[in-house]
């Protein structure tokens, strides 16, 4: 029996040092994950594109004004509920939300609608939102035609004016 002890003893230190490990390592996920966050911020206001939607040669190659695109999404009554920049070269969509427009990132237009159809498509969305679920910003990259893109300018803009809050 006191083999059999000393084995369960062995097995309760390990489990207590995998324990302390585990917690160790999820605070410093978290800390990583907050230094992130903080680069994904400075980026967008400098470039609005992250770090990880970043090509190698759009490092070096800063885009051309006349690739960016700006369009106002406004809704049925005329209000402008934000700006979509458009990146033909590279395949880029961002809408960032006027600040007195409310718009929720979790209702299904944006949440599943929109995500599904960009992903149909070949493409990747993005939806960045404060803790209480407003709209922050919503990136789609995708890497086709031209009228693809402007496919994706109709879904976004679609999604965007169903999901404002009154």
């Not at 910003?137 to 009154?166: C, D, H, I, N, Y």
């Amino acid at each position: 029996m006191s083999e059999r002890s000393e084995r369960i003893r062995n097995l309760l230190k390990l489990r207590e040092f995998l324990k302390k490990r585990i917690d160790r390592l999820e605070k410093e996920l978290i800390r990583l994950r907050q230094m992130m966050e903080s680069l994904d911020e400075v980026l967008l206001e400098q470039t609005l594109v992250t770090a990880d939607q970043l090509r190698p040669s759009l490092t070096t190659a800063t885009p051309q004004k006349e690739d960016i695109e700006e369009r106002e999404i406004v809704s049925e009554d005329g209000t402008p509920l934000g700006i979509v920049r458009i990146n033909k070269s590279v395949g880029f969509l961002v809408f960032v939300p006027s600040e007195d427009v409310t718009i929720d990132a979790r209702e299904r237009p944006i949440s599943s609608f929109l995500i599904r159809k960009v992903e149909e498509y070949g493409g990747r969305c993005e939806v960045e939102e404060f803790p209480d679920g407003r709209l922050k910003a919503l990136r789609v990259k995708f890497e086709g035609v031209p009228q693809e893109l402007e496919r994706m300018f109709r879904l976004l803009r679609w999604a965007v004016t169903k999901s404002v809050v009154q």
